[in-house]
């Protein structure tokens, strides 16, 4: 399945999450059936973390690493996003690995107890 992402939203630009949601959901239900899911990030010109964390962040927490890296593949992304794809990927394996001590992390690292 071919899934490109400006044909989800209104213009080629991905800021909030709540434009990733319903994408996500898309994928959700194509990697359910084991499907092949290509994202294609073409002629897309700004992206945020937040909206890369609701489109792609969310599915580590529904599926292994293992899988996603089996089923779900990326295409036409800028050579600019790639870090930020990179950052949300890193994060969110680290986030749904061990959850709780993520935030103590965090918590810890900010001075927010």
Sequence with gaps: MDITIKNYLKGNTALAPSK??????????AL???ELVYLDFKEMELMT????NALIGKLYSEFTSEYLN????????????VPLLKKVIDTAKLYFSDPQTFDDYM?????DE
């Design 107 to 111: 918590k810890k690292t900010f001075n």
């Design 70 to 81: 089996t089923y779900l593949k990326i295409k036409y992304i800028s050579p600019s996003d």
């Design 32 to 34: 359910d059936k084991r």
């Design 20 to 29: 990733g949601y319903p994408i996500h959901d898309v994928i959700k239900e």
């Design 49 to 52: 973390t937040a909206f890369l």
